[in-house]
């Protein structure tokens, strides 16, 4: 069957894209686009976002008792370690080399493979690492 672009899928990537820095939930997405006049209701971005996620253009991160959704940069972050900060909640991509050392290192040392895909890191970035330590 053909995968087709609808009005509504169009109108949340969009929304993302412009939101890639950030993770949002379903009701922060909703209420930012209708802030913006798009009427796209709870039950579709709910539809949306699942199957965002289930083709791996979303990260779906839970925080807080909630899921929260992040846009992630096409393939090419299919084949490196994200790091999430769990203080200002960025998504940032781990250098690709550095990936493939971190993956090889525990299959060396644990027998245990890592899935890059699949895989997040969680802590905190050097911004608010800076701005904890008062710097």
Known sequence: M????TRQKEILLSYLSETSESP?????????????GESLGKSTVYRLVKKLCDEGELK?????KRFLYQLVNGEACHHHLHLKCTTCGRLLHMDHEQSERLIENIYGEN???????????FGCCGDCAKKKRGA
């Open 60 to 64: 779906c991160f839970a925080e807080d």
């Open 24 to 36: 949002q939930s379903v009701d922060d997405i909703v209420r930012a686009l209708q802030a913006k």
């Open 111 to 121: 027998g245990f493979a890592v899935s890059e895909e699949d895989t997040t890191l």
């Open 2 to 5: 053909a995968e087709y672009k």
